[in-house]
């Protein structure tokens, strides 16, 4: 398992500096810009990942947090187990996260529902009743044309800010408190982090207008600052992830 020790140390170094951290929050709001203008030009032709119905965006980004909580949880118990009261602790923030990202995205709907408005072609529209909401829009075969803040890009963004903050400890742990299980789970989160980005990427040039994506991205920065850089360090709170001196402790 050589080559997967290098590729664990290479990403370790990597998300052990904040900076690193915070050029992806940078990152995101990039793309979301960049992309909005590539899809503005209509330049790009259409691809595989143009198409909703792909293979990444149905089995992966469509579940998106069931993956990063599939990863995450038992990456966290493996990284903080000899403190239970720590790894209580660092398991309540991903409680916290949940509670954001349902928030949140019953935000969205509502503002959808709340802006839109139901086109139904005039051979389905005769002896129908006005549609009020998505649901009964779609199933009488409208379309409806509503402020859609982009889902993806509030999603992808915040997980893989989250993960790359929860694998940040992973520096601190000594080759001999690692094993292939761990091992395995830290490149797994790093390659759900690579595929959000790229996701992200092309929900950034394929999908929705640009005040939709930038507000979905803002949306997916700001609960990540909130809490990771000035809510966590407080104590009361779920508290950040393994510091070098928590680190000591545990030892």
């Known amino acids: 398992m050589a080559a997967v020790d290098v590729i664990v140390d290479n990403f370790a170094a990597h998300w052990s500096k904040p900076f690193n951290r915070v050029i992806l929050a940078q990152i995101f709001f990039a793309i979301s810009i960049v992309g909005s203008f590539v899809n503005w030009t209509q330049l790009l032709p259409e691809t595989y990942f143009s198409n909703r119905r792909n293979v990444v965006n149905m ?3 469509k579940v998106s947090w069931g993956w990063s909580l599939l990863l ?4 966290i118990l493996f ?3 000899k403190n239970l009261t720590f790894a209580l602790r660092r ?3 991903l409680v916290v996260a949940t509670a954001i990202w349902y928030t949140i995205t019953k935000f969205f709907s509502y503002v959808n529902n709340a802006t839109g408005t139901c086109h139904v072609p005039e051979s389905e529209a005769m002896d129908q009743v006005p ?3 998505i649901t009964s829009c779609r ?3 409208g379309q409806w044309d509503g402020f859609a803040i982009s889902g993806h ?4 963004s915040y997980s893989a800010l989250i993960i790359a903050e929860e694998m940040a400890p992973m520096v601190h742990l000594v ?3 690692r094993n292939t299980v761990l091992d395995l789970l830290y490149v797994s989160l790093n390659w759900i982090v690579i595929t959000w980005i790229w996701m992200f990427v092309c929900t950034s040039v394929y999908f929705h207008s640009f005040p939709e994506k930038l507000l979905g991205t803002v949306l997916g920065i700001v609960p990540w600052f909130v809490t990771y850089r000035i809510w966590y360090s407080m104590p009361f709170s779920p508290g950040l992830p393994y510091q070098p001196k928590e680190q000591r402790q545990l030892a």
Do not use: E, R
Not at 72 to 75: A, I, K, N, S
Not at 153 to 156: A, G, N, V
């Open 175 to 177: 080759k001999k408190n």
């Open 72 to 75: 995450l949880t038992p990456f």
């Open 59 to 61: 089995y992966f980004v």
């Open 79 to 81: 990284t903080s187990y």
């Open 153 to 156: 890009s509030f999603i992808l």
């Open 91 to 93: 398991l309540s923030s």
């Open 139 to 141: 199933n009488a075969g």
């Open 131 to 133: 549609h009020d909401d």
